[in-house]
């Protein structure tokens, strides 16, 4: 085939060996290089003969006149069994008319057009051809032929499409989960999230209950939260966190467990083709819990009723034991304190006075000894993960039918969200049960009108501050230190219920701890204890023992 010079847009020179392009440098095929602008006509048929990319070059009306090499391999088609013949026997005859009538009418308006056909090998196979058509004018501006080239992207649009789907089933899956999700990336922005979540949203009336969450659970998982050195590949996950949400949307106090799973991506700029570089993402499931917690909390409050009924009892008895103890204690001290005197003053006269005194106090040493033996001992406390909240919510839910049968009122006034402190659950729910204790009775012995027993929580710095204040009479000021030490009583009455070891028992609780109580002096309503515990933190120590 003779490749005209107006088809390649150029010239040919005087003898016929070169073309005239404007811009190239060219070869001279006597002479040599660099004669300006020249470049020998079989470069360019070798050029183009020996492109990877199938091309085929045809009239106006697309019957093909040359097709180089890569075409035949491509289509199967020798240049004696396809030159003469119409691209159309290319077509597998599944195209859409529209595609054709597209391609033709912007390639009659002079126009390149690009885009994807289905063809049918010579033997019979079919795939993707993703072709470019542009037509080739002479010099009035007038369609003389079309050039065609394509490529078979059937494997590179089968990976595409698998991508998609993949990308689609995912998206369904966590679509139609009936866990919220949410992926972050480093800069905490929202990149993908799923219907539960986009509920989320509404239930809980936060704009963006992830950041919600994420700042609760920082809170909550202190020093496990922060990255770790540069050696790791990206930051650890954590699983199940429950994350205890106060009095946010209709519904209540709710409960959600929330995973979280870092991960990377590569970038997709140009700049990081050759020096990969990653992003750091955060897939975030927050699973609402509440329907399970809340019939967990049924069962567990009848537990706890039974158990904390078996554990006052025994705790009246210690007191009753350890008060009877204390009574006796006085009396042998003194006898004691006789004796020695006599045995100081060599007095032989009262000697059997002395003999008696020292059997008193034998028997009296064996009957402590006796007591001490019935003293029962309290198990040993398991130290875990407490949420204040919970624990607090509990006992109000024990002390509900006392609440009602004294007429008082709780005024429930919790952190939305409280970070965990290391406790015994049992002894924690015991000495807020004390307090509760305290405060009734103070509020039923004074008369009070307005019996009001508020309950609050907060979070001041590292520390998780509890306070329980009444309507009653409070202590007075010069009592305030005193109410902590043993056997002290403000209630006059003898044969009362209360032995002054309630306090004792409430501070020993706070100092196993690590914690701090004390009576706020500011409130004059009644009596105010604020009790603080320090936040949960990986290198906090708490040492539970009797
Ligand atoms: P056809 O009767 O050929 O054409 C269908 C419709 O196309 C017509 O109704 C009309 O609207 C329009 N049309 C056809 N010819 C003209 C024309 N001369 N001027 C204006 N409109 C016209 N097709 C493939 O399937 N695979 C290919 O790889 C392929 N490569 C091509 C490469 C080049 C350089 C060119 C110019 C065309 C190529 N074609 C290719 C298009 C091909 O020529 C056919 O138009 C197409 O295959 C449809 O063939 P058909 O027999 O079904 O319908």
Not at 121 to 129: D, F, I, N, S
Not at 249 to 268: A, I, L, P, Q, V
Not at 488 to 508: D, H, K, P
Request: hydrophobic share 40%; net charge negative.
């Amino acid at each position: 085939m003779k490749t005209t010079p107006d088809l390649l847009n150029g010239e040919i020179d005087a003898d016929g060996m070169n073309i005239i392009v404007p811009g190239s440098v060219s070869v001279d095929k006597k002479s040599g290089w660099n004669k300006g602008g020249r470049l020998p006509v079989s470069l360019f048929v070798a050029a183009v003969e020996q492109a990877p990319v199938a091309i085929s070059i045809t009239d106006k009306k697309a019957n093909i006149l040359y097709v180089n090499k890569a075409f035949s391999k491509v289509t199967g088609y020798k240049p004696d069994e396809i030159l003469g013949e119409n691209e159309s026997k290319l077509s597998d005859k599944c195209t859409p008319r529209q595609v054709y009538y597209d391609l033709w009418h912007t390639i009659s308006r002079k126009e390149v057009w690009h885009g994807c056909l289905i063809n049918r090998r010579k033997q019979g196979e079919r795939y993707l051809a993703d072709l470019t058509i542009a037509p080739m004018l002479d010099e009035h501006g007038t369609i003389t032929h079309y050039i065609g080239m394509h490529r078979d992207v059937t494997q590179a649009h089968h990976a595409d499409q698998q991508v998609i789907n993949q990308k689609q089933l995912i998206e369904s899956v966590i679509n139609t989960s009936p866990v919220a999700m949410v992926v972050l990336d480093n800069e905490n922005r929202i990149v993908l999230d799923n219907q539960m979540y986009k509920m989320l949203i509404s239930e809980l009336g936060h704009p963006e209950p992830a950041l919600f969450f994420m700042d609760a659970l920082q809170l909550d998982m202190g020093d496990l939260w922060a990255r770790p050195d540069d050696s790791a590949q990206h930051r650890l996950g954590f699983n199940n966190r429950e994350i205890r949400v106060e009095g946010i949307g209709r519904r209540g106090t709710r409960w959600f467990s929330c995973s979280g799973n870092w991960f990377s991506e590569s970038d997709t700029d140009a700049d990081s083709f050759f020096s990969k570089q990653a992003k750091e993402y955060l897939l975030l499931s927050i699973n609402d819990i509440s329907l399970i917690r809340r019939q967990q909390e049924k069962i567990h409050i009848q537990a706890l009723n039974s158990l904390l009924a078996e554990e006052e009892h025994m705790r009246s008895i210690r007191e009753t034991l350890l008060g009877a103890m204390h009574q006796i204690r006085q009396p042998l001290n003194q006898i004691n304190a006789a004796i020695q005197i006599m045995a100081q003053r060599k007095d032989t006269q009262n000697q059997p006075l002395k003999e008696l005194l020292s059997q008193v106090q034998e028997m009296g040493e064996e009957t402590l000894a006796t007591l001490q033996r019935c003293v029962p001992e309290i198990p040993e406390a398991a130290v875990t993960s407490v949420n204040l909240n919970q624990l607090l919510h509990e006992v109000m839910l024990l002390y509900s039918q006392k609440f009602l049968a004294n007429g008082v009122v709780v005024d429930w006034m919790p952190n939305p969200v409280l970070p965990s402190v290391l406790g015994a659950e049992n002894k924690l729910r015991m000495m807020f049960k004390q307090l509760i204790d305290n405060a009734i009775n103070a509020m039923n012995r004074a008369g009070s009108n307005d019996r009001m027993i508020k309950i609050g929580t907060s979070v001041e710095r590292d520390w998780v501050k509890v306070t329980v204040a009444d309507t009653g009479p409070g202590i007075p000021v010069n009592h305030r230190s005193k109410v902590f030490e043993p056997f002290f009583t403000t209630q006059q009455t003898l044969g009362s219920s209360q032995s002054g070891m309630g306090l004792v028992m409430v501070r020993e609780i706070v100092n196993q701890h690590s914690g701090m109580i004390e009576i706020d002096p500011a409130y004059l309503a009644g009596c105010c204890f604020q009790i603080s515990f320090p936040i949960k933190q990986s290198s906090t120590r708490v040492n539970i023992h009797e």
